[in-house]
């Protein structure tokens, strides 16, 4: 199946676009009150695949197919007011859940639970993204089973989660839904989605070949010139590990570039949202009631805050993350390069480095070195502090 339209979003998962694409047609003959094909179409999917495989990409593309008003042409034409709306965000019926901090609460879902029970404005479906169901707390999940148990006519939940493994989403949950699994895009076709995205082709091969199958963060490496910055920072780290005093300098430098781009990525929307908090509980107002409104901003400022705070703790993990994983991915390439193994490298055009590291260490050494990686990074889903489980780790790497 030639891939169009909205199904342009969904990079390098022709398997899945078969089966959304089929789903969105017999979404179209339920509308149009016919019969469509048994099996088809389903009120909750499950959008499981590794990061960056295009998960969320995937549920907004099927929800704009699913809202899509062309009547000349398959849904998912890509045009339309409907398809437009649904993948701008901007579609009435369309609703988008992600966590701003480290879960979804229980007080979330139930709110969106409730809205999803109203019939759709437009006549059509009335969907729901949750774009990480995985980090659902339990009194969300609960929140989320008993909706996807006894769904509304016209209401489709689209979850999205790492793998259907109970850890990732609760049996029950998973049991009501369609799985559309995804698996990593090959680099040729995440090279020819940047190309058509106006990417010239010599940068679109390189971000493809570099970006680990995770096409988000090939269209940032390969349109932000501070991303490539960062990357290149992080890939000099191993070999720049000579002395006990270059950890801390490291660890600094790893540290504060998450904490930038917490900040850079957060601080002009932490202000718009607090004036627009301001200005609704009356700042500035005067008159008969404006003391006692000005008691109770207090309160609403006290709790943004709060969401502020766990916003930019997960942008800076998120941020460092990514840097771990490049880490991760350099020592695999060093072990690749000892072992002489025909394996594509995650870190092409950082082959040199890998053959000098290859070279100075054993392969033991270097395993070590890979472990620690993934240490830090399970600390720092423990919720250890960013400083010392990077410091922890560049001792191991320092050390070998």
């Not at 989320?144 to 793998?163: G, I, Y």
Request: glycine residues 8%; aromatic residues 4%; contains cysteine.
């Amino acid at each position: 199946m030639a891939i169009r339209g909205v199904w342009s979003e969904v990079v390098g998962q022709p398997d899945a676009v078969a089966v959304l694409a089929a789903a969105a047609e017999a979404a179209a003959a339920i509308v149009a009150g016919g019969s469509p094909p048994p099996g088809a179409m389903t009120h909750a999917w499950l959008f499981t695949g590794p990061p960056g495989s295009g998960r969320s990409g995937a549920a907004r593309a099927f929800a704009a197919a699913l809202q899509c008003v062309a009547t000349d042409d398959r849904p998912g034409c890509g045009a339309c007011a409907g398809c437009h709306t649904a993948l701008a965000g901007t579609h009435a019926d369309v609703r988008v859940v992600a966590p701003e901090g480290l879960s979804i609460p229980v007080a979330e879902m139930r709110a969106l639970v409730q809205v999803s029970a109203r019939r759709p404005t437009s006549g059509r479906w009335q969907v729901v993204i949750i774009a990480d169901a995985d980090r659902l707390t339990e009194g969300a999940a609960n929140a989320l089973l008993k909706a996807v148990e006894e769904p509304p006519e016209r209401t489709v939940f689209l979850l999205c989660a790492p793998s259907d493994h109970p850890d990732d989403v609760s049996v029950t949950i998973r049991s009501r839904c369609r799985v559309v699994p995804l698996g990593t895009p090959r680099p040729f076709a995440i090279a020819a989605a940047l190309a058509d995205e106006g990417v010239a082709p010599d940068r679109a091969e390189w971000a493809a070949s570099v970006c680990g199958g995770h096409v988000g963060r090939a269209r940032r490496l390969a349109t932000d010139e501070s991303a490539r910055a960062r990357r290149e920072a992080v890939l000099r780290i191993p070999l720049a590990l000579r002395r006990p005093a270059d950890i801390f300098t490291c660890a600094d430098s790893l540290v504060q570039a998450a904490e930038g781009d917490a900040l850079a990525a957060n601080e002009s929307r932490d202000e718009a949202e607090r004036q627009a908090l301001e200005t609704a509980m009356g700042a500035g107002g005067t008159g008969k009631g404006t003391a006692a409104a000005t008691r109770g901003a207090k309160g609403a400022l006290k709790d943004l805050e709060k969401r502020q705070k766990s916003r930019a703790t997960r942008t800076q993990r998120d941020s460092l993350d990514q840097a771990l994983v490049d880490l991760a991915a350099f020592y695999r390439d060093v072990l690749v390069t000892a072992s002489g193994a025909p394996a594509v490298l995650n870190h092409p055009d950082r082959a040199e480095d890998a053959r000098t590291a290859a070279g100075s260490w054993t392969p033991e050494s270097t395993l070590k070195r890979l472990e620690a990686v993934l240490a830090c990074r399970e600390a720092l889903e423990l919720n250890v502090k960013p400083r010392i489980a990077v410091e922890a780790m560049l001792t191991a790497l320092q050390r070998g």
